[in-house]
């Protein structure tokens, strides 16, 4: 872990900042539940935050990993909001997590690179499998509207954190009216210029987003308003 990260999160935020191993036994007790596919997770928790890591990963793995959540923690402070929806049977909750990828993992990503020289390799991979197995995704889900604009958020985040791959995302937003939509409006509202947008501009972006999706937006507000 790069303790000048580390710090600088927890100067933006002027909170504590703590940082756990477990394995997947140890989570389960704890309620985190993490596995092989989720091997990491952030936690509000009094004063400050607990980023929780699966303790199998391999010791540079655990530096990229803990990275990425530090970024975003780091970019919080600074004043990029996330989404939160607080009712978890909201179908806006199932949005509002790719909402956050493609609003956070483009300024994270070249943050992490340009001020502490860490990649974010190990999260772009994870997040690439969906151009191998999308076409079956979105014939899976060609009934789900919601299902099929998450693929699109998730199409547009590796668009805009991604190179070489232009052809193929453009391919699955293609296969769909519902996957194109969320991409375009995503690409649209959720893509700040830069990060110094107030947070009324803020909401209103993700307020213009889910209502032109046929969503409720009063489901959701920004994370800690």
């Known amino acids: 872990m790069r303790n000048d990260l580390l710090n600088d999160a927890r100067d933006a935020l002027d909170e504590s900042i703590e940082v756990l191993s477990l394995s997947i036994e140890e989570s389960v007790g704890t309620g985190?539940?993490?596995t092989e596919e989720k091997q990491c997770i952030t936690i509000p928790v009094p004063g400050g935050w607990q980023i929780i890591l699966l303790s199998t990963l391999k010791p540079n793995e655990k530096v990229e990993v803990t990275a990425h959540e530090l970024g975003h923690?780091?970019?919080k402070g600074e004043g990029l909001f996330a989404v939160s929806c607080g009712d978890k049977d909201e179908p806006e909750t199932i949005l509002v997590s790719e909402?956050?990828?493609v609003i956070f993992h483009h300024f994270v990503i070249n943050r992490l690179v340009e001020n502490y020289k860490i990649s974010s390799n190990m999260h772009l991979d994870s997040r690439k499998n969906i151009l191998k197995n999308g076409h079956e995704l979105i014939k899976e889900y060609r009934n789900e509207t919601i299902i099929l604009h998450r693929i699109g958020l998730h199409l547009l985040d590796l668009a805009i954190t991604t190179t070489g791959?232009?052809?193929r995302i453009g391919e699955l937003v293609n296969l769909s009216e519902?996957?194109?939509e969320a991409f375009e409006i995503g690409q649209e509202l959720l893509?700040?210029?830069d990060l110094n947008l107030p947070p009324g501009e803020q909401w209103r972006r993700i307020k213009e987003f889910l209502e032109r999706l046929?969503?409720?937006?009063?489901k959701a507000h920004l994370s800690g308003s």
Do not use: F, W
């Open 32 to 34: 985190i539940e993490l």
């Open 73 to 75: 923690l780091l970019l």
């Open 99 to 101: 909402m956050n990828n």
């Open 165 to 167: 791959k232009d052809k």
């Open 178 to 180: 519902r996957v194109k």
């Open 191 to 193: 893509v700040y210029p």
């Open 214 to 218: 046929g969503y409720d937006a009063s």
